[in-house]
């Protein structure tokens, strides 16, 4: 390696690593406090992945400061599995199928949800968010409410849920943004009593434009650079919604009598402040069942994991599956959880 091409690469490999060590530590900073260290942690699938490449090269030709670049992709593996890729040896036991599914927003290529397919997963509680009369989902309300016990099916509550087993408390977490909030029930299965929280954070509703700005060749345009503002105004003001309903919502389910299950479309990825703050004292079940790719956006945008599902001790995900059908722009999750 000529020594010019072995300090752009040096310099190249550094500045891609002090950018990967700020992205894993972005979800440390709350966006009320400062809010453009948001954008970093959009970031951290891609910056991973560029430094591993970036690493790879450097032991290849025998650069030893590549190995800086190791160190680093091994501290934030953890994170990286979570947003990216897992690899699991669940232990394949059945429990407590839970489905959870954001069915509202859908594109054209979508096909329409068939209730034969929620019938055939034959999940023990479905968690849908986004549901409301022109929700495609809507048209077999009545096939599920013959099955299942629900929670209170008004025209406001966009996150039901229907349970197989009985539901003896719940309530709701309304937020500033209308369509987005969270249902909460106190689920007794068998001699024990669990509480779910199906959930649907403020959604940043940036994405049309996002891709429209992608496909723009022509920066020097005036109306480019608007249209750039209005997405960074647009997603501030989600983001400081979603990190204040976060925190309504972390302080509610310190309250909880019971274990904990936390479901739903957090509109952020777990390199995000409002995922980990979500996260603290919980446990991810695609950590700990999940296996391949952990995206659950089925938009154009990649790599998009934002639907979870989180829960406490003494239960445990045994099995976490990504439904990759195309009924809306997100992708059904569905997960075994025991009670131990």
């Known amino acids: 390696m000529s020594k010019p091409f072995q300090r752009i690469f040096n310099a190249g490999s550094i500045l891609a690593g002090l950018f990967l060590l700020a992205s894993w530590w972005s979800p440390r900073i709350d966006p009320r406090q400062f809010w453009p260290a948001a954008f970093l942690g959009l970031v951290f699938p891609y910056l991973y992945l560029t430094c591993l490449i970036l690493a790879g090269l450097g032991l290849l030709w025998k650069q030893h400061k590549a190995w800086l670049l190791v160190l680093l992709l091994l501290l934030s593996a953890g994170l990286f599995r979570k947003s990216f890729f897992n690899f699991s040896f669940p232990p394949g036991e059945e429990g407590i199928r839970l489905l959870t599914h954001n069915i509202g927003s859908s594109f054209k290529s979508n096909r329409a949800?068939?209730?034969?397919?929620?019938?055939?997963?034959?999940?023990?509680?479905?968690c849908f968010q986004e549901w409301h009369r022109k929700s495609p989902a809507?048209?077999?309300r009545d096939s599920l409410i013959k099955k299942y016990k629900h929670t209170q099916l008004t025209g406001t509550n966009f996150w039901p849920i229907f349970s197989r087993w009985p539901i003896i408390r719940e309530g709701e977490l309304k937020s500033k943004a209308l369509g987005n909030?969270?249902?909460?029930?106190?689920?007794?299965?068998?001699?024990?009593?669990f509480r779910l929280y199906n959930v649907h954070l403020v959604s940043n509703k940036i994405s049309d434009q996002t891709e429209q700005l992608l496909q723009t060749r022509d920066l020097t345009d005036r109306s480019t650079w608007q249209k750039v503002k209005n997405v960074l105004r647009r997603y501030k003001r989600s983001l400081l919604l979603r990190a204040d309903q976060a925190a309504e919502l972390k302080k509610h389910m310190r309250q909880s009598p019971h274990p904990l299950v936390l479901a739903g479309d957090f509109n952020?990825?777990?390199?995000?402040?409002?995922?980990?703050?979500?996260?603290e004292d919980l446990m991810d079940g695609f950590l700990q069942g999940g296996n391949g790719l952990a995206y659950?956006?089925?938009?154009?945008?990649?790599?998009?994991?934002?639907?979870n599902i989180l829960i406490s001790?003494?239960?445990?995900?045994n099995r976490v599956e990504i439904q990759r059908v195309r009924y809306s722009d997100h992708f059904?999750?569905?997960?075994?959880i025991q009670i131990h």
């Open 313 to 317: 001790k003494p239960l445990q995900v």
């Open 113 to 126: 949800p068939e209730w034969a397919f929620y019938h055939r997963l034959n999940p023990d509680i479905l």
């Open 138 to 140: 809507f048209r077999f």
């Open 268 to 279: 952020d990825i777990p390199a995000s402040y409002v995922y980990r703050l979500l996260h």
């Open 332 to 336: 059904p999750v569905l997960a075994e």
């Open 181 to 193: 909030g969270c249902t909460w029930a106190d689920i007794v299965y068998q001699k024990d009593t």
């Open 296 to 307: 659950t956006y089925a938009g154009k945008l990649p790599f998009l994991h934002i639907d």
